[in-house]
């Protein structure tokens, strides 16, 4: 499966965004999704996943604030930001893994054998 990852931007702080996560060559409602992002100088770290069958997971950091969800119709995942902060400045990537049991959310990078490009989210002070 080939990922696209979209929409990110330079926001200010409170601002929203909504990242899209476009799969193609295979439907991806067969693998778990997650968002990870990288800031300048820090590991890559896990933000959010979703299973299969629609259960999610959210990192503490953002917690309250994103969510993920996905249209296995239009074989897109997102993630909607919403009272982003600058310490969410970073590049957001989207990963998928397939899997065979429905609630499963892989959250380590590792874990994902699938990657799009990323997309960078800026959000100013």
């Known amino acids: 499966v080939q990922l696209q990852a979209s929409g990110g931007g330079l926001v200010q702080t409170g601002d929203s965004l909504r990242l899209s996560c476009a799969a193609s060559?295979?439907?991806?409602?067969?693998?778990?999704v997650g968002w990870f992002r990288q800031a300048p100088g820090k590991e890559r770290e896990f933000v959010a996943g979703?299973?299969?069958?629609?259960?999610?997971y959210n990192a503490d950091s953002v917690k309250g604030r994103f969510t993920i969800s996905r249209d296995n119709a239009k074989n897109t995942v997102y993630l909607q930001m919403n009272s982003l902060k600058p310490e969410d400045t970073a590049v957001y990537y989207c990963?998928?893994?397939?899997?065979?049991?429905?609630?499963?959310?892989?959250?380590?990078?590792?874990?994902?054998?699938?990657w799009g490009q990323g997309t960078q989210v800026t959000v100013s002070s």
């Open positions: 060559g295979r439907t991806v409602s067969n693998y778990a």
């Open positions: 979703v299973s299969t069958n629609g259960g999610s």
């Open positions: 990963a998928a893994k397939q899997v065979y049991y429905g609630g499963y959310i892989p959250s380590g990078m590792n874990q994902y054998d699938f």
